[in-house]
C-alpha cells in the first residue's frame, strides 16, 4: 500500500537471508531427508504432539491470511505471510531435529518429515501468485498432484503417504557482493549510453529576416 525504494543491497540482503535461508533451506533439507531416509516416499504421519497440533493449525492458516491480505491489494503483507509459512516449517524441522530422532524413534521421525512435507507443498500452491518459476519447480520435486488447486492449501493431508518426490533441487542461489557491483556497473554503462543517445542536435545559426525571407 506504499511505494517502495528498490536497493541492490536490500535485494541481495532478503534473497540470502530468505529465500535461500529460509525458504530454500526449508524445502531442500526436507527432500534430501525423505530421499535418504524413505527413498523419496512420503513417511506416515503417527501420533501427534502438541508441538505438531499448533504447526499444522498455523500452516494451514496462511491460506486465509494470504487470501486476506490480496483481496485487499496488500502484496507486500500477503508476501511477508508466504515467508511466514516457510519459517514456521524452517523452525519446526530446526527445532524437532528429524535427522536425530530416527536413531531412537524412527515414528516420531516419519511424522516430524510428514508434516514438514506437507508445508513444503502449501508453499508451492501459496507461492504462485509471488514466485511463478519456483512454485512450479518446487511442484515438480514434491511430483505435486496435478489436481491439486490453491484452496487446497487450507486441508491438513496434500501428500499421502507414500506418494513418490523426486531429487531436491536448489530453488535459490545466494547473491554475492561481486555480482551485485556488476549489475550495478551495467546500469550504469546503460544510462551512459542512453544519455549520449538522447542528446539533442546542436541549434543551426541564427538568421537574420532579410536571409530568410529571401
Known amino acids: 500500500t506504499k511505494d517502495n525504494d528498490f536497493t541492490w543491497q536490500d535485494f541481495q540482503s532478503k534473497n540470502n537471508s530468505?529465500?535461500?535461508?529460509?525458504?530454500?533451506?526449508?524445502?531442500?533439507?526436507?527432500?534430501?531427508l525423505i530421499n535418504k531416509y524413505w527413498e523419496g516416499k512420503t513417511p506416515k504421519q503417527n501420533e501427534l504432539n502438541a508441538i505438531d497440533t499448533a504447526v499444522i493449525e498455523n500452516s494451514k492458516n496462511a491460506l486465509s491470511k494470504i487470501e486476506?491480505?490480496?483481496d485487499r491489494y496488500?502484496?507486500?503483507?500477503?508476501?511477508?505471510?508466504?515467508?511466514?509459512?516457510?519459517?514456521?516449517?524452517?523452525?519446526?524441522?530446526?527445532e524437532e531435529e528429524p535427522w536425530k530422532c530416527i536413531k531412537t524413534d524412527e515414528s516420531r521421525a516419519e511424522t516430524i518429515?510428514?508434516?514438514?512435507?506437507?508445508?513444503?507443498?502449501?508453499?508451492?500452491?501459496?507461492?504462485?501468485?509471488?514466485?511463478?518459476n519456483t512454485s512450479k519447480t518446487l511442484a515438480e520435486m514434491l511430483n505435486l498432484p496435478q489436481d491439486l488447486e490453491w484452496n487446497d492449501a487450507g486441508d491438513t493431508i496434500l501428500l499421502e503417504a507414500g506418494h513418490q518426490i523426486n531429487k531436491a533441487e536448489l530453488l535459490f542461489?545466494?547473491?554475492?557482493d561481486e555480482q551485485i557491483e556488476a549489475e550495478k556497473l551495467k546500469l550504469t554503462e546503460k544510462a551512459k549510453t542512453q544519455n549520449t543517445n538522447n542528446m539533442v542536435a546542436p541549434q543551426k545559426e541564427d538568421t537574420n529576416f532579410e536571409t530568410f525571407s529571401a
Open 18 to 32: 530468505e529465500l535461500v535461508g529460509v525458504l530454500g533451506n526449508f524445502v531442500n533439507r526436507v527432500l534430501v
Open 74 to 94: 496488500r502484496l507486500r503483507e500477503a508476501q511477508q505471510e508466504l515467508m511466514q509459512l516457510a519459517r514456521i516449517g524452517n523452525k519446526y524441522l530446526t
Open 113 to 132: 518429515l510428514n508434516l514438514s512435507l506437507q508445508i513444503c507443498a502449501r508453499l508451492s500452491l501459496l507461492g504462485q501468485p509471488f514466485l511463478p
Open 173 to 176: 542461489e545466494r547473491i554475492d
Open 68 to 70: 486476506y491480505s490480496l
